[in-house]
């Protein structure tokens, strides 16, 4: 059965960086269109960037430039690369791959950026 796993979440400073990693398992990556989208406090998930199975990417206008998706196939790890957050950017992040008709998600790690 398909399960991610994402981790790198944490409380960082204006201007800071971070690293999100999603470990799949149960399901090989390259094969899949994925992504993050995350969930800001008192708000519904948006998308923040995917990736599809040909390696196209897309990111919402508020992360362009900053943020950075990329995987690693012989890991079967996904990544988002966070810089220069902003207090904007705190919510909780999420892992999806889709799956069949469906999308599968992991249970999400928290990103807190302080001004």
């Known amino acids: 059965q398909v399960q991610l796993v994402e981790s790198g979440g944490g409380l960082v400073q204006a201007g800071g960086s971070l690293r999100l990693s999603c470990a799949a398992s149960g399901i090989i990556f390259r094969s899949r269109n994925m992504g993050w989208h995350r969930q800001p406090p008192g708000k519904q998930r948006e998308l923040v960037a995917g990736?599809?199975?040909?390696?196209?990417?897309n990111y919402a206008d508020s992360v362009k430039g900053r943020f950075t998706l990329f995987r690693d196939n012989a890991k079967n790890t996904l990544y988002l690369q966070m810089n220069d957050l902003k207090p904007e950017d705190t919510a909780v992040y999420y892992c999806?791959?889709?799956?069949?008709?469906?999308?599968?998600w992991g249970q999400g790690t928290q990103v807190t950026v302080s001004s």
């Open positions: 999806g791959v889709a799956s069949g008709p469906t999308t599968v």
């Open positions: 990736i599809t199975s040909s390696g196209f990417t």
